[in-house]
């Protein structure tokens, strides 16, 4: 993509392609400011704390001195913040919301879906136009093949944005008009992610305590992290037709082998409170009669409690 320049009757450049502002100059704000301005878009930056677009304004970026000034500068804004008390802390301010009306703007900072829903809401209400979105992969993947966007909201917003947001690499899924359906999806997926992360703490504080290292874990941890992905989509199919089976490995087993990381932690004075809360799951399913049923029944019980 490269942005076109008319000369204007100044002699100053115009730039009559595409316009982008970025909202928030954190790692992942910089990388979006960056991976536009790779792409030749003409783009201006602002954060609440001054000095953090030093690297992007020696690359071509434009400074705005305050939001409203950023947001006047182009059609589409896009807000990467640490949550939606901070957007709303920008965007909400009158002359901001002023300046958007008739505009576009993207929320890329991540929160819950109801806060998305509101946002959307509020943003309807002054005139704005509206996309929420989510960032599934770290800053450095921002525009290359491997970053991953979520948006949701109106179809026909995201179909005219989209060659611009094509910018910042990688896949981009419409989820659909729901405006709080990305953060639906981040919030889960950022759920496996860090009972994940949790899980790997313990694990390793276990295995110190055994005289195991990090380093000699990692490559047995990387073979059981690599059992997960097939197991998803298998799961996936027997939670919603609701078949949990268990047949190669009951919830009775798998009840046992937790009972042992509880055991062997408590040994070492390691608390096991996560454990116990899923070995407690999987004990209340067997109670209520489903002990031959896979694993994935948690999720039954999970979801009626
Ligand atoms: P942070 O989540 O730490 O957010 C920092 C940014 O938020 C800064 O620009 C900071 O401004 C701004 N901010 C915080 N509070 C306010 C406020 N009250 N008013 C205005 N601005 C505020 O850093 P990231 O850039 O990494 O993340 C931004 C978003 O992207 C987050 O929602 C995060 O979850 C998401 N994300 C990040 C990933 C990553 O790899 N970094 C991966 C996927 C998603 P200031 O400099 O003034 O403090």
């Not at 993947?141 to 990688?170: K, N, R, W």
Request: glycine share 12%; net charge negative.
């Amino acid at each position: 993509m490269s942005v076109h320049s008319d000369q204007s009757p100044t002699g100053l450049a115009t730039p009559t392609g595409p316009t982008v502002t970025v909202l928030g100059l954190g790692p992942m704000g910089r990388a979006l400011a960056g991976a536009f301005l790779d792409a030749g878009v003409r783009t201006t930056v602002w954060n609440r704390t001054p000095g953090r677009d030093a690297d992007l304004t020696a690359r071509g970026a434009l400074p705005a001195a305050s939001p409203e000034e950023a947001v006047a500068a182009s059609d589409l804004t896009v807000v990467c913040v640490v949550n939606y008390d901070a957007s709303d802390a920008v965007l909400r301010q009158d002359a901001v919301t002023t300046a958007l009306k008739g505009r576009t703007a993207v929320n890329l900072s991540a929160d819950t879906p109801e806060r998305a829903r509101d946002t959307a809401a509020w943003a309807d209400r002054h005139g704005i136009r509206y996309l929420d979105g989510a960032i599934m992969t770290p800053a450095p993947t921002i525009g290359t093949a491997d970053a991953v966007f979520l948006f949701s909201g109106p179809q026909d917003l995201y179909g005219e944005h989209q060659p611009v947001l094509a910018a910042l690499g990688g896949s981009h899924t419409h989820l659909g008009e729901d405006p709080g359906r990305a953060a639906a999806y981040d919030i889960a997926l950022l759920d496996i992610f860090w009972t994940a992360m949790g899980g790997y703490a313990h694990a390793v504080a276990v295995a110190r305590a055994e005289g195991v290292t990090a380093r000699e874990l990692a490559p047995f941890a990387e073979g059981i992290a690599a059992i997960l992905p097939p197991l998803f989509t298998e799961f996936a199919g027997d939670i919603d037709d609701g078949t949990y089976s268990g047949e190669l490995n009951p919830i009775t087993s798998a009840a046992s082998t937790m009972a042992h990381i509880v055991h062997a932690s408590e040994a070492h004075g390691i608390d096991a409170g996560l454990m116990r809360v899923i070995e407690g799951q999987a004990r209340r399913v067997i109670a209520q009669g489903h002990g031959g049923d896979g694993f994935s029944r948690v999720v039954e019980l999970l979801g009626r409690s």
